[in-house]
């Protein structure tokens, strides 16, 4: 399709829809929205609008349709898909000032909140009326709701919690026709309209623009303890986890940080960290009002003893807020750490069954000795989301697509998938196209042309 440019006077418009504070066109203003967290990606926009209202994203969406020219939707530039970036042009659409969380409703336990409202934002007002919203990407503090609905985001709760899509209940939308929709609402269990909240998760902002969410809270857990085990070979690693997995506990964090990734944390941040010749299995135990204390200590105590089994040198606890704060610091500083001292050429964030990671960790180890490359591994083990880094700080593009295509192949043939979390976007784009269903591709054409037929939102993302 082609786009048409965009003028002053199409510029002049813009500013009479969303107001002249709210449309950015000085180039300097411009460079952090030509950016996410994909290395060496900029995509400069002709224009960036930051809405406060759903009416404005509405008469900005029937404008773009009319004047025929792309919006690229934005939450907070955390992603690492190239998925906010404005690859074809026109305009980037930051959902930054709409930032409300408008109810929290205790009787419910669900919260009504506006896009660009920060996700660790969310679980910090619903600490306030004592409940939790227990999706916690790495992120937590920079990404938006917005943005984690968009990749149906998960995080390292998620092996206990579930993704982003578990907590959705209801939202308003604007579709790629300008059209106004909405679905869900403060409920629990609907039969009736979730269907499209579920197509609409995940699918990157190609199909709607969110300008209300509804997610469901739950109930915070009155005590947590985190257990670090150092294994001095990680590939004992999955058999740790699946040893607890095979006792009566229900973990809410199954980690793993490999030997490279622990040396960049500790480089970047500055913290001692005990074993640090080692990988390390992190597991996070949560223990409800109706545990008992006794009961709760039996669980940490099977815990350490399976790791033991497996090969691990110790066993170490942190009980105290303070000592798992550091912890969650560390794990948190991740992306960065290596980013800033190792230098990071591409992060994949592959996902395969829990039982076959072992293979993949071997089969990436055996790909950085056939290249050269080293990597920095770690990632979501409770789920099979697994994050492999091919450090540096430069690569020939040539032989940065043979790696990331012999990695998806590798996690494809053990059943898995791409992404697990990070989504498609366009860094994943060809990818896509050769390890994925054609009719499941025929069909999610499809179902865009229905959404959005002019291709505005988002175009030159997944297929």
């Known amino acids: 399709m082609m786009y048409r440019k965009m003028t002053e006077k199409r510029i002049k418009s813009l500013k009479s829809i969303a107001s002249e504070n709210n449309v950015i066109t000085n180039v300097s203003d411009m460079e952090k929205y030509a950016t996410d967290e994909s290395p060496s990606l900029n995509y400069m926009p002709d224009a960036v609008i930051t809405p406060e209202n759903q009416q404005q994203v509405l008469e900005i969406v029937k404008y773009a349709v009319s004047e025929k020219f792309p919006l690229t939707p934005r939450g907070g530039g955390t992603s690492l898909t190239g998925g906010p970036l404005p690859v074809l042009g026109g305009a980037v659409l930051s959902f930054e000032k709409m930032n409300k969380i408008i109810d929290i409703d205790t009787s419910s336990r669900m919260a009504v909140l506006q896009p660009g409202v920060i996700t660790g934002d969310l679980d910090r007002e619903a600490l306030k009326h004592g409940l939790f919203y227990p999706v916690n990407p790495a992120s937590l503090d920079s990404c938006t709701i917005g943005g984690n609905t968009a990749t149906a985001a998960g995080g390292a709760n998620t092996v206990r919690y579930g993704t982003t899509r578990n907590y959705l209940a209801g939202m308003r939308a604007v579709d790629g026709s300008g059209r106004q929709w909405e679905a869900g609402g403060k409920i629990v269990k609907n039969s009736t309209d979730q269907q499209l909240l579920q197509l609409v998760a995940g699918s990157e902002g190609t199909l709607s623009l969110f300008t209300s969410l509804i997610f469901r809270l739950t109930e915070r857990p009155v005590k947590s303890a985190w257990i670090i085990a150092p294994f001095k070979d990680i590939n004992n690693i999955p058999d740790a986890a699946a040893k607890i997995f095979s006792l009566s506990v229900n973990p809410t964090m199954v980690e793993l940080m490999d030997r490279r990734t622990l040396d960049c944390c500790r480089r970047y941040t500055g913290e001692t960290i005990e074993f640090e010749n080692c990988s390390h299995l992190l597991i996070r135990l949560d223990s409800e009002k109706y545990f008992s204390s006794s009961g709760f200590q039996?669980?940490?105590?099977?815990?350490?003893?399976?790791?033991?089994?497996?090969?691990?040198?110790?066993?170490?606890?942190?009980?105290?807020?303070?000592?798992?704060?550091?912890?969650?610091?560390?794990?948190?500083?991740?992306h960065d750490a290596i980013k800033e001292t190792c230098g990071s050429i591409f992060e994949e964030d592959v996902a395969v069954p829990t039982g076959q990671v072992r293979q993949l960790l071997l089969e990436a180890q055996e790909l950085s000795a056939s290249t050269g490359f080293k990597t920095a591994v770690y990632g979501h083990l409770g789920d099979g989301n697994i994050h492999i880094n091919f450090t540096g700080r430069d690569a020939p593009p040539q032989k940065v697509r043979e790696l990331k295509r012999r990695l998806f192949e590798s996690a494809v043939k053990l059943g898995g998938k791409l992404s697990g979390e990070h989504g498609i976007g366009l860094t994943k784009k060809d990818y896509f196209s050769r390890y994925i269903d054609s009719a499941y591709i025929r069909l999610l054409k499809k179902v865009k042309k229905q959404f959005d037929p002019g291709n505005i939102l988002n175009p030159g993302k997944i297929f």
Do not use: P
């Open 298 to 334: 039996d669980m940490i105590f099977a815990i350490g003893q399976a790791c033991l089994a497996t090969g691990a040198e110790d066993v170490l606890i942190a009980d105290t807020a303070a000592q798992q704060e550091k912890i969650w610091k560390l794990r948190s500083s991740i």
